[in-house]
T-cell receptor, first 116, second 113 residues
Framework: GAGVSQSPRYKVAKRGQDVALRCDPI?????LFWYQQALGQGPEFLTY????????KSGLPSDRFFAERPEGSVSTLKIQRTQQEDSAVYLC??????????????FGSGTQLSVL | GNSVTQMEGPVTLSEEAFLTINCTYT??????LFWYVQYPGEGLQLLLK?????DKGSNKGFEATYRKETTSFHLEKGSVQVSDSAVYFC????????????FGQGTTLQVKP
């Protein structure tokens, strides 16, 4: 597609519910990142995929957070038993190759999650 | 660990005023430095970057110089426009890692006609 697409754009969940957030990266992009952006803050790294391999998940805040990219394209971030502190905008970004050091990242518009 | 600190906003300027948004960083090794911009309702976009000391990144009239001696990467523009109103994020990418970005907290710029 033309850019990184994320869905849903907005998600409201009751505390304790499970949610799944989807990211469609730019077609053919090898690297995919998930970030969490709390209100008024900068994005914080959650996890990184190179094709289907999850190479870095050091930013996932708890074992309630799980991400996958089974076929090396679409990725899903799942949050189990959501808590109020999970309320944030979740951003997905992709880049063309695996050598990401100086490559441009393309960001989606994000999914705004509100946990009531 | 690596970190980025930006000046707090909001910054409110009149059109054609000079803009500076301060950014300092803490990092081991030789990070790459970036400015990203987020326009209302849109995703983050790369504005400019610098990959080594004394490099100057520039785009759309914005500039920033990688100063290793002061660990800074301040964003400047000589004459802002209303269309520059956005949130600006300074970020670094450490050397030798998976490529994850460390962001500052963002600075909101509002330009009035």
């Amino acid at each position: 597609g033309a850019g990184v697409s994320q869905s849903p754009r907005y998600k409201v969940a009751k505390r304790g519910q499970d949610v799944a957030l989807r990211c469609d990266p730019i077609s053919g992009h090898v690297s995919l990142f998930w970030y969490q952006q709390a209100l008024g803050q900068g994005p914080e790294f959650l996890t990184y995929f190179q094709n289907e391999a999850q190479l870095d998940k050091s930013g996932l805040p708890s074992d309630r957070f799980f991400a996958e990219r089974p076929e090396g394209s679409v990725s899903t971030l799942k949050i189990q038993r959501t808590q109020q502190e999970d309320s944030a905008v979740y951003l997905c970004a992709s880049s063309k190759t695996e050598t990401v050091t100086n490559e441009k990242l393309f960001f989606g518009s994000g999914t705004q999650l509100s946990v009531l | 660990g690596n970190s980025v600190t930006q000046m707090e906003g909001p910054v409110t300027l009149s059109e054609e005023a000079f803009l500076t948004i301060n950014c300092t960083y803490t990092a081991t090794g030789y990070p790459s430095l970036f400015w990203y911009v987020q326009y209302p309702g849109e995703g983050l976009q790369l504005l400019l970057k610098a990959t080594k000391a004394d490099d100057k990144g520039s785009n759309k009239g914005f500039e920033a110089t990688y100063r290793k001696e002061t660990t800074s990467f301040h964003l400047e523009k000589g004459s802002v426009q209303v269309s520059d109103s956005a949130v600006y994020f300074c970020a670094l990418r450490g050397s030798g890692n998976t490529g994850k970005l460390i962001f500052g907290q963002g600075t909101t710029l509002q330009v009035k006609p």
